[in-house]
């Protein structure tokens, strides 16, 4: 299956363009899901500080995660500000965008959980991304490794791979799916939704970056963002078994 071929100059502002709508996108879902509840606007300064944090968290760990999983990209150069700014992680985005949600929770006095009305935007946002990444290509660096299955796409080097980037939107759609089915069962406790969410896809990219071609080998031949994934979920992980046993007893 041929799939998109682009330069890297037109890559780079295709995937940047679908970087803003599903950021553009996310948002507005917020928003709307906000007004749906009847909740304070974003500009309240309690709603407006978990935004902040979120979006101020998730532009750092974005790019903190992207340098873990590319360090190689230092040697040899002499980085300046546009090399610094290249690269980004949905994984990082959404570690960091937690941990600034939590931050700005615990300056705020805010206890109540947030996290559940941002599974929508988050969803979206990812379907959106991922539709950039597909159409760069070869340009983004997100796509599999080569595959023999039909649906192996070749975009552009005569190789058919696994197109990784289409498997993410699947995942990101089945997962979103399952918890709006369960929504009113999730909903009696609050924040479980979110951590779910966030658990089974941190548990996905360690899976499917296994198809993945690896731009730097860390222990045991895993990627950067593989390591993050462990390491973020034998943190995450007692959370969640924590609230799902107080919601079972």
Known sequence: MKG????????????????????????????WQRRRAH?????????????????????????LVFWIEMPHLW???VPDWR????????????????IGVEIAKKLTGIRRSTGDQFILPLVAGTVVGRIGCFLAGLNDGTHGVSTQL????????GIPRHPTQVYDM???????????????PLARSPGLAFKLYLASYLAWRLVVDGIKPVPYAYAFGLS????????????YLPLVFTQLRREVA
Not at 13 to 27: C, Q, S
């Open 39 to 63: 909740q304070p606007a974003l500009l309240q300064p309690g709603s407006f500080a978990v935004v902040a944090g979120c979006i101020l968290g998730a532009a750092i760990g974005n790019k």
């Open 224 to 235: 950067g963002i593989q390591w993050v994934c462990i390491v973020a979920l034998a943190c």
């Open 83 to 98: 090399l610094i700014a290249s690269g980004q992680s949905i994984v990082g985005g959404l570690l960091g965008g937690l």
């Open 170 to 184: 699947l995942f990101v759609l089945f997962a979103g799916a399952l918890l709006w089915r369960w929504r009113a």
């Open 4 to 31: 998109p071929v682009l330069s890297a100059a037109t890559a780079q502002w295709v995937h940047l363009v679908f970087e803003w709508l599903a950021l553009a996108g996310g948002v507005q879902l917020y928003r």
């Open 150 to 157: 039909p649906w192996g796409v070749d975009f552009g080097d």
């Open 75 to 77: 040697q040899g150069i």
